[in-house]
């Protein structure tokens, strides 16, 4: 079965810092990674996925994670957080059949002006 | 704008009642899935259709079911609601299964009284 753990539920940043969100997963095989990012009253919005091509992935607004196999790990960085990057993260997972899906119970990310 | 959409935005019932949820694809896209979003908490997977035929199902009750129509639209049913299913239930579609991106909807907020 497929599980993922985000590393604590809430991240402070200062406004320009780095951003380190962690997510550690639990797979048999090499699954499939995603992160995805809320905004309040809003659905989830694809910022990466991770599917066995390049281990350093590169998404939308700067944001990037990196595949770990021996860490079991799928961390989300930003080199610089904007002020419009706080909202709810999520890191899931699904296996290559591709008919089950998990999420993470989150990160909420406050940046600090 | 994903140009996935859901109704009804907001919806009250009581204990026992039945609901159904509705959720409108992109156009082209074959696959839907729903999620169930429980304040606080990250989304579970409830099931997938694929081509109008169920693909992969969660850990969830069978008194929750879907259908999915030819003109991209699709259910969510649930029967005999109890008061833990008050939550977010979200819709996302993806032209094919995963890994393919999933465009979310924003959601329906289910509350049972």
């Known amino acids: 079965a497929q599980s993922v753990t985000q590393l604590g539920s809430h991240v402070s940043v200062s406004e320009g810092a780095l951003v380190l969100l962690r997510c550690n997963y639990s797979s048999s095989v090499p699954p499939y990674l995603f992160w995805y990012v809320q905004y309040p009253n809003q659905g989830l919005q694809l910022l990466l996925k991770y599917t066995s091509a390049a281990t350093l992935v590169k998404g939308i607004n700067d944001f990037e994670a990196e595949f770990k196999k021996s860490e079991t790990s799928f961390h989300l960085t930003k080199p610089s957080a904007h002020m419009s990057d706080a909202a709810e993260y999520f890191c899931a997972v699904s296996d290559r059949t591709g008919n089950q899906f998990y999420f993470g119970t989150g990160t909420s990310l406050t940046v600090i002006p | 704008e994903t140009g996935v959409t859901q109704s009804p935005t907001h919806l009250i019932k009581t204990r026992g009642q039945q609901v159904t949820l509705r959720c409108s694809s992109q156009?082209?896209?074959?696959?839907v899935s729903w999620y169930q979003q429980a304040l606080g908490q990250g989304p579970q997977f409830i099931f997938q259709y694929y081509r109008e035929e169920e693909n992969g199902r969660g850990n969830f009750p069978p008194r929750f079911s879907g259908l999915q129509f030819p003109n991209y639209s699709s259910e969510l049913n649930v029967n005999a609601l109890e008061l833990d299913d008050s939550a977010l239930y979200l819709c996302?579609?993806?032209?094919?299964?995963?890994?393919?991106?999933?465009?979310f909807g924003p959601g329906t907020r289910l509350t049972v009284l």
């Open positions: 996302a579609s993806s032209l094919d299964a995963y890994p393919d991106t999933q465009y």
């Open positions: 156009s082209g896209h074959n696959t």
